[in-house]
């Protein structure tokens, strides 16, 4: 793993579940939220992806809840890029609480598809901020 990446959030009304606990559903969208931002740290925002016609798909994705957050809490989703191939990477994330104690772990394979959606190569940019390295 050799760039990490922090995304804070503060769980709102809407976030939660009949349960009054943030729904898995919602995990789904800050992790989706985590990256987006990551990107946008490395001079990479979603924009640019759809300028150059280059998109990110989640190709697996495996979550393992570890206990509930609730309203007003804060948690920190901290997320570090390993094993890039030519068109893809793996993003592993740790959303904790303001203590440390952790709510979930989850893990993503994202594949990099051109237009017409076929595996296309990590851009150098991406590859470079995220994996330190210029080729797979």
């Given at each position: 793993m050799n760039n990490t990446f922090q995304f804070t959030y503060r769980v709102r009304l809407d976030d939660l579940d009949y349960m009054g606990i943030v729904g898995n559903a919602d995990?789904?969208?800050?992790?989706?939220?985590?990256?987006?931002?990551?990107?946008?740290?490395?001079?990479?925002?979603?924009?640019?992806?759809?300028?150059?016609k280059i998109?990110?798909?989640?190709?697996?994705?495996?979550?393992?809840?570890?206990?509930?957050?609730?309203?007003?809490?804060?948690?920190t989703i901290v997320v570090c890029a390993k094993?890039?191939?030519?068109?893809?990477?793996?993003?592993?994330y740790v959303a904790q609480s303001t203590d440390g104690k952790p709510y979930l772990k989850a893990e993503t394979k994202m594949v990099f598809v051109d237009a017409s959606g076929r595996p296309t190569n990590i851009p150098p940019g991406i590859r470079v901020a995220l994996f330190g390295t210029e080729s797979p």
């Open positions: 995990w789904l969208i800050f992790l989706e939220r985590a990256r987006a931002d990551l990107l946008a740290s490395i001079d990479y925002p979603m924009k640019r992806l759809m300028d150059e998109g990110g798909v989640v190709a697996d994705l495996k979550v393992k809840y570890i206990r509930p957050a609730r309203i007003d809490d804060t948690f094993e890039p191939t030519e068109s893809s990477g793996t993003l592993e």
